[in-house]
DNA sequence: CAGTGGTCTAGACCACGTC
DNA sequence: ACGTGGTCTAGACCACTGT
């Protein structure tokens, strides 16, 4: 943080952003590069803002913002830690497909393939890859209350997350894999959603016939800097449960 | 807002909410009760800091979550305004169809139908009303780029928005009608999205055959006080367009 | 009890838009 | 020049969590 060469009047540089973005970008890289893992006490306000030389209100006012974007946990008396790829929060930030009577639950998975492929044209667009770059295939059916209700078809680098399952496994919650176990943190995404008819492949899978109206989600899931790390097309039948999004 | 009782040290009631989430409630009291317009200039953060007896820092956190909300806008050098429905503001907040190349564009619209009804239980149950009583049903087609994209259909009370559309022609832009005309502002909303099959009635005016896949987007729409105001359900035609929707 | 985040206040200066 | 919102600071007390 850069110190202030007035005693008493700290004045801004010119053209630069506000203290408090500069102190919110500063502790996402250390999210980012590993220093605060998910789930970790990050020190107290008055710690960093000693540390960094700014005022308890100011680091607030980061800590807050970085709150708002799901970076951080608050908890009065406790302490501020990182946001972890919990179950919970899945539901509530990335995953957006809700039954129609009853509350919202966390899909369970069926994994289909897992190969490593040379990117083609749409994965290297959508993952900013050069066409034929390594990359690995994922293939899922996903359930809700037994029903299988989602075939989803997931690219990531080979590069960024190597070896990916190629012990055989993958867990259910990728998102929290890719935190600890390849120190990626997805941050947030773009989705776009369609009504497709179901294609042969995935008809039968979903209990369809081909040609029968699915919704498809095409989702490219972004790390802490903005760049993009995953590529996911889920294909839902939307019989009895809904795409939900709040309107504010 | 209550007044301390302490000279020098205020305190909040206990049980009672932090004293910026009471000056949020009232200020939005007065925008529901048609004191404050959309797109008038409010008082300065002082101004209202000095009626209330609170200072300008409370006003301000107010302030500010009412903007996050779109409640208000606020411009540096100028003022704080009450947000309107122009059409920029309902393509970034309620309008979430976008072009897969180019530009968000507000859509055309072509009214279809305008009629009174009795409710039917959907109907009460989406609004909030009891069956049977008397409402509104609008239906039109809504064109992107001269191609007609969705089949929309609507429900309002008849009570609330009393002879809506009897003058024969509707605004394009009918959230700032609900503001301007009948003083309901549409605030938010929740959105359930599902893939059907286009009906015999939607298909020709979409230029689909009959069963082929459409993006049904069920909207309830709340006023500030979150009452349901408008029931609206979209068919939309989802070849070159999506339904984009930002995680974060 | 000590320590944390949450609220509230007060005052200063900056950046911007208007007159 | 003036008034607006935007940033930054400093200090007080409250509410909650753990010991």
Redesign the pocket.
């Known amino acids: 943080m850069p110190k202030r060469p007035e005693v008493s ?4 540089a ?1 053209g630069l952003s ?3 973005r500069q102190v919110r970008t500063l502790l996402i890289q250390r999210i980012a590069e590993g220093h605060w893992r998910p789930g970790v006490l990050i020190p ?4 960093i803002a000693a540390e960094l030389g ?2 308890q ?2 680091v ?1 006012k980061a800590l807050d913002e970085m709150t708002v974007e799901n970076l951080l946990v ?7 830690f990182v946001a972890q790829h919990d179950e919970a929060r899945i539901l509530f930030q990335f995953f957006k497909i809700a039954p129609d009577t009853g509350e919202p639950v966390f899909p369970e998975s069926i994994l289909r393939a897992c190969v490593e492929a040379a990117a083609d044209a749409g994965e290297a667009a959508a993952l900013n890859l050069r066409a034929g770059a390594p990359v690995i295939r994922i293939a899922r059916l996903r359930s809700l209350a037994g029903q299988a209700v989602i075939s989803e078809y997931i690219t990531v680098s080979a590069q960024l997350f190597p070896e990916l399952g190629h012990d055989g496994a993958l867990p259910n919650n990728l998102y929290a894999h890719y935190a600890n176990r390849f120190g990626v943190t997805v941050a947030g995404g773009r989705e776009r959603v369609k009504a497709l008819p179901a294609t042969a492949e995935d008809a039968p899978l979903l209990g369809l016939e081909a040609g029968a109206p699915v919704l498809l989600i095409d989702r490219v899931a972004t790390a802490l800097d903005g760049a993009p790390v995953e590529w996911r097309r889920s294909y839902c039948v939307t019989e009895s449960c809904s795409y939900v999004s709040l309107l504010r």
Do not use: H
Not at 9 to 12: F, G, M, N, S, V
Not at 44 to 47: F, L
């Open positions: 009047a700290p004045r801004k010119p506000p203290l408090y107290s306000e008055m710690q700014v005022s209100g100011t607030r608050r908890q009065q008396g406790r302490g501020t």
